[in-house]
């Protein structure tokens, strides 16, 4: 079982063995604002920063940093803010450019700390996370070694009711923080029981937004597909089949675009939306672990 009742919003229980220390802290950045940041730290060449998507944390992607870290990756996993135990407004932001600093303070800090030259740097967006991804390796090329995209958010599956998307819009306009519910729930999200009785119980599951949120994201959405062509570093892009949350279309079109002249493709016929909290997850890890290891030179 990987959902513990006495860990609400846990997908999995943190492993520590004699090769893998597992860590947590409250990442202070130049703004005050502190992140919440777990670490499966290793001896192997490849770090990897996942950055979850909308409306989760880090805590859904425990039992895939155990699985990868016990295969020789050193693994953070990141709470954006406003999101899981991180600090920040829930659910709002002022300015959608604030997640991308942040996450490249994150990644500055993470390089700060692991030193070796033979050390290369990855970072995983998932969904929304898919997003800031695309954004991080466009400007910031010079954190990574390569970027990995699971079923990133770059278009819709789930239709909005046109009063929602025209309050939505009107608020944004005027910066409100008035709250919107998310536009799904678990029916979207996974096909796995264990899972959604996880997320029902979650306390972390951010399920509303600002119109400015809404508003601030959609912005950083509509320039994916632009910026990919300006992405040139090694690209794997994961995308499930039975996704019902984003269009896997719209992922392939976005792999297609990435200028890289080293990416991958990678289909996952029976995974939905949130990979992360599948029953078997196994041929997932593996891809990660391989790609990653093929690109620091450990095969």
Known sequence: ???????????????????????TEMLALADGCKLFLRCWKTEGRGVLLIM????????????????LARRGLTVYAVDHRGFGRSEGLPGHVERATNYI????????EIRSRHT???TKFFALGHSMGGIFATHLAA?????????????????????VPLGMTLGILAGGLLRSKRYWPGPAGTEV?????????MLEADPYWRRKFTANFFAEIFRLRLQVLKLAPQIALPALVMQADEDKSVVPEASRKLY???????????????????SELEADRAQLDQDIVEWIQTHTGAY
């Open 1 to 23: 079982m990987l959902y513990n009742v006495d860990a609400p919003g846990d997908w999995g229980s943190t492993q520590t063995t004699a090769a893998v220390q597992y860590t």
């Open 52 to 67: 979850h998507g909308l409306g989760a944390h880090s805590g859904w992607f425990i039992d895939m940093g155990n699985a």
């Open 139 to 159: 400007k910031h090329s010079s954190l990574l070694d390569g970027v990995l995209f699971l079923n990133p958010w770059v278009r819709d599956q789930v239709k």
């Open 116 to 118: 070796a030259e033979s």
């Open 101 to 108: 600093g942040d996450l490249a303070a994150v990644l500055k």
């Open 256 to 274: 297609e675009a990435l200028g890289s002249s080293d990416k991958t493709w990678k289909t996952y016929p029976d995974y939905a939306h949130d």
């Open 189 to 197: 999200m996974t096909t796995n029981p264990e899972a959604v009785r």
